[in-house]
C-alpha cells in the first residue's frame, strides 16, 4: 500500500533520487527533497511552492541570503542555512576537486578551474591565473569586485598581479552574473589594453574567459587573442 501523507511524500522522493538522480524532478521537486532534510514530518510542498513563487527559479532561491529566505512562510532558520549552505558547498567541491592543477593545457581545463572560484559569486568579479611557462597553474589572485553587473578593473593591479607571481602568462578571467557571457565593448577594450600592457613585459595573455553559469566566452576560442 502507497504511503499517505508528507511521511509517504518525503520517502518517495528520496527513492526517486536513489534510483535516478535528479533526472525528471521538477525545479519545486528539488527544493521539497533538501527541505525534508531541514524540516521535520511537516509537509514541505507549501514552503517550496513559496519559494519559487518569492524567488521564481531555483538558482535564485540558492543564491538568497539567510535573512530572505526566512522571510518566507514556513522556511526557519535551519532550513534557510541548508539552502545557502549548497552553493558554497559547490564552490569548495570545485576547489578542492581542482586543487592538485598542475597544468592547463585547455580552455576547458581552464574554465573548469574557475568555476570553482567564481560560479558561486552574485558580484562580478574580476581575477588573472598566473602561469609559468609551460602553462603551469601558480596563482589565481582576484583583482576587482564590483557590482551585479560591472567591475571596474584597474589594468595597473592586473600588471602589477603577474609580475608578483613572477608569471610568464596569464588567463584574465570574470564573471557575469547576469548570465549572459557575451562581452561587451569595455570587456574588450580592457583586453586590448591588458594584452599590450602586459606583452611589454613580455608576459603573454594566453585568454579572457568570462563565465556566466554553465555558459562562457572564450576570446581565444572566438580567435580574438590571434
Known amino acids: 500500500m502507497t504511503a499517505l501523507g508528507p511521511e509517504g511524500h518525503r520517502k518517495r522522493l528520496r527513492e526517486r533520487f536513489l534510483r535516478s538522480g535528479l533526472e525528471g524532478f521538477h525545479d519545486h521537486e528539488?527544493?521539497?527533497l533538501l527541505l525534508?532534510?531541514?524540516?521535520?514530518?511537516?509537509?514541505?510542498?507549501?514552503a517550496a511552492r513559496a519559494l519559487l513563487e518569492?524567488?521564481?527559479s531555483l538558482s535564485a532561491v540558492l543564491d538568497a541570503t539567510v535573512q530572505e529566505l526566512t522571510q518566507v512562510d514556513g522556511v526557519g532558520p535551519h532550513a534557510a542555512l541548508l539552502l545557502t549552505l549548497l552553493?558554497?558547498?559547490?564552490?569548495r567541491y570545485h576547489q578542492d576537486r581542482w586543487r592538485t592543477v598542475t597544468t592547463l593545457g585547455s580552455t576547458r581545463d581552464a574554465v573548469?578551474?574557475?568555476q570553482g572560484?567564481?560560479?558561486?559569486?552574485r558580484k562580478e568579479?574580476?581575477?588573472i591565473l598566473a602561469l609559468n611557462s609551460q602553462n603551469g597553474l601558480i596563482a589565481v589572485e582576484r583583482i576587482q569586485e564590483g557590482t551585479v553587473n560591472r567591475t571596474a578593473v584597474f589594468p595597473r593591479l592586473v600588471v602589477e598581479a603577474a609580475l608578483r607571481h613572477r608569471a610568464t602568462a596569464v588567463i584574465l578571467a570574470h564573471n557575469h552574473p547576469s548570465g549572459e557571457p557575451e562581452p561587451s565593448a569595455a570587456d574588450r577594450q580592457l583586453t586590448r589594453k591588458l594584452r599590450r600592457l602586459l606583452g611589454d613585459l613580455d608576459i603573454a595573455v594566453h585568454d579572457h574567459i568570462i563565465l556566466a553559469g554553465p555558459r562562457y566566452y572564450s576570446f581565444a576560442e572566438r580567435g580574438e587573442m590571434d
Do not use: G, N, S
Not at 36 to 46: E, G, L, M, Q, S
Not at 87 to 91: A, C, D, K, S, V
Not at 117 to 121: G, Q, S, V, Y
Open 30 to 32: 528539488v527544493l521539497e
Open 36 to 46: 525534508t532534510f531541514a524540516i521535520p514530518r511537516r509537509d514541505v510542498k507549501p
Open 125 to 127: 568579479i574580476f581575477c
Open 117 to 121: 572560484h567564481l560560479e558561486a559569486e
Open 112 to 114: 573548469r578551474y574557475l
Open 87 to 91: 552553493p558554497r558547498l559547490l564552490e
Open 54 to 56: 518569492r524567488f521564481q
